[in-house]
């Protein structure tokens, strides 16, 4: 008797399984993040958002473009004056862009990535241009970076075609189960970066 348990062990998961199990996960994680940054920022005020660098207010819509992959790209300068105020925003934030006026919490025109950005302009990458309130004074609201997601999907793209040089070449078919551990049949010299180390400390 084993006590219930089983002993059947679960079969390795492929890598191809592996990529298209995480890859959603990763943008779920993405959309999480998001969420919960527009659900923390909605108890501040705008004005505690501004000095905190998370917003830009008082902005107009001076260009719209189509760029790559048939994004929109909206470029916002200030209503205030030729530069833009202080604030933390970076290329491949995801912004959110709403009426100048409109309550913390209140639904957005449109979501976006920092395509761009100048002292004097602020450039963002939509899927769709808002259809209305693009005449009307804006404000950016920074809910999350995509740089981390991006570098996570990349690798994982990567690791899909398969890794065939590098020091994981040989550790990624064992992780996941196609290949055997292997133990190397050369002899290692031991080269130790403290030249005055005595023989003692050398044997450990």
Known sequence: MNGGKSNKKSSPISLQQFVSTVAPLIDLEKEAEISASISSGSSRSIEAAQKKGSTILNLKCVDVQTGLMGKSLLEFQSTKGDVLPPHKFGPHD??????????????????????????TSITVAFDDIPEEGLNIPL????????????????TLVELSKGVQKGPAADLVPVLFGETQPAMSKKDVTLSPFNKNLDHSQLSH
Not at 96 to 115: C, T
Not at 142 to 147: F, P, R, S
Request: aromatic residues 4%; hydrophobic residues 35%; charged residues 35%.
């Open 94 to 119: 995801v912004v959110v862009l709403k009426p100048n006026k409109a309550d913390i919490g209140s639904p957005s025109l449109g979501q976006g990535v920092v395509y761009r950005l100048k002292d």
């Open 139 to 154: 404000r950016l609201e920074k809910v999350a970076n995509e740089v981390t997601y991006r570098r996570m999907k990349d």
